[in-house]
């Protein structure tokens, strides 16, 4: 290959994603990553569009449909699933909010339907009697991210090449490896989730640890993503340690359990406690998850914005590094959409959806300031 138009950092689903869609636009691209493994390991995979805020839908939609796009073509492996997700209302007041949800998602052309008492019974019923019904939105799915990731670098082999090597350093067009050696492109792209701020100190990024279990097979006992209409709340508002009844059926006939929310910690172990929450909270939509045989439990770590929504932008002070950072727990729905925004900012094309609301200068002068400088304002990462 020759000496690469694009470096990319990071050959998690955001970085492969990137990878890929700057390949498609005509660019050589190297791809770096250190073997470590991160969020593209640790999450659910849910493809799923979010309307927390208009920026979040824009992102979410554009790149849910790229998914199902790209989806025909996937090997049985990536374990692509349609299953579609049924937001479940617990009472009155989250069935008004599953009808709110509803009219947004219909404003913005997205198939959905309400769903009673009885209805999401009949599709579900493995969910506890005395729900309210559900909102059902048939077009989101899931992915198994690891294998999706490595599919995504292979598909243009002329065009991306992988290496393995740990960055330590970024200095201009030029990248440190671990062992001594550089590189250099005339672009950069930085994709290694909270690994970057190691490498792009004062980046407003936090770390939001997660736990997910997997269970042993069994078919037929769950058929949609089920995710309780409190878990909004619980992902983008709570500042405390929260859990939430986030289930899904995986193509093996497992069911794949969260969720939970710590804030900065570095302890990557398994917290039985919040474990136990957890669980507890899946039992009280799903009694019978109680008697189902656990395989694994495990953790991963979100990064997280103040606002939830992904840093996609070029470095303020460094003209050749650009940053896909930042995008929390749905860096697998939304890497689809980040990968045709970074390409076509860095390859000077028409981006798909607005790319402002995704800026670094939302977070202010201060926040700007700091990652210029490379160093974190007074208080630290925020």
Request: with cysteine; net charge neutral; charged share 15%.
């Given at each position: 290959m020759h000496k690469p138009d694009v470096i990319v950092i990071g050959a998690g689903i955001i970085g492969a994603a990137c990878a890929h869609a700057l390949a498609r636009s005509g660019q050589r691209v190297r791809v770096i990553d250190s073997g470590i493994g991160g969020a593209t390991h640790a999450g659910m995979g849910h493809l799923v569009v979010m309307d927390d805020n208009a920026?979040?839908?824009?992102?979410?939609?554009?790149?849910?449909?790229?998914?199902?796009?790209?989806?025909?073509h996937m090997p049985a492996d990536c374990a692509f699933h349609a299953c579609g997700t049924v937001w479940v209302a617990a009472d009155a007041e989250e069935m008004a909010g599953a009808e709110d949800k509803r009219t947004r998602l219909l404003q913005h052309g997205l198939d959905c339907s309400l769903l009673t008492a009885?209805?999401?019974a009949a599709a579900e019923p493995g969910l506890r009697s005395g729900l309210a019904g559900g909102l059902l939105v048939p077009g989101d799915g899931t992915v198994y991210a690891p294998n999706a990731a490595r599919w995504l670098l292979g598909l243009l082999p002329d065009h991306v090449t992988v290496q393995r090597g740990l960055v330590t350093r970024i200095d201009g067009n030029t990248v440190w490896l671990e062992d001594g050696s550089t590189l250099t492109a005339p672009q950069l792209l930085l994709a290694t989730g909270l690994q970057a701020m190691q490498l792009v100190p004062g980046l407003p990024v936090r770390a939001k640890k997660g736990h997910l279990l997997i269970t042993d097979r069994y078919p037929g006992a769950l058929t949609h993503q089920l995710v309780e209409l409190g878990y909004i709340t619980s992902a983008h508002h709570s500042e405390g340690p929260s859990v939430a009844f986030n289930v899904q059926p995986r193509?093996?006939?497992?069911?794949?359990?969260?969720?939970?929310?710590?804030?900065?910690?570095?302890?990557?172990?398994?917290?039985?406690?919040?474990?136990?929450?957890?669980?507890?909270?899946?039992?009280?939509?799903?009694?019978?998850?109680?008697?189902?045989?656990?395989?694994?439990?495990?953790?991963?770590?979100?990064?997280?914005?103040p606002d939830s929504l992904p840093i996609l932008d070029r470095h303020p002070a460094n003209e050749h590094l650009w940053l896909a950072v930042g995008h929390e727990g749905l860096g697998v729905t939304t890497a689809t959409g980040t990968a045709d925004i970074l390409a076509?900012?860095?390859?000077?094309?028409?981006?798909?959806?607005?790319?402002?609301?995704?800026?670094?200068?939302?977070?202010?002068?201060?926040?700007?300031?700091?990652?210029?400088?490379?160093?974190?304002?007074?208080?630290?990462?925020?």
């Open positions: 920026a979040e839908m824009a992102l979410s939609q554009y790149s849910v449909a790229a998914w199902a796009a790209l989806a025909h009885a209805q999401l193509p093996t006939g497992q069911i794949l359990i969260g969720s939970s929310r710590q804030f900065d910690t570095e302890d990557r172990s398994v917290d039985p406690a919040m474990l136990a929450r957890m669980l507890q909270r899946a039992c009280f939509y799903m009694p019978g998850i109680a008697d189902l045989n656990a395989i694994r439990s495990w953790t991963g770590q979100r990064p997280a914005t076509a900012l860095m390859t000077g094309a028409p981006t798909p959806i607005d790319s402002a609301p995704y800026a670094l200068a939302r977070f202010g002068a201060e926040v700007h300031a700091a990652v210029a400088a490379g160093a974190y304002p007074a208080g630290g990462p925020s």
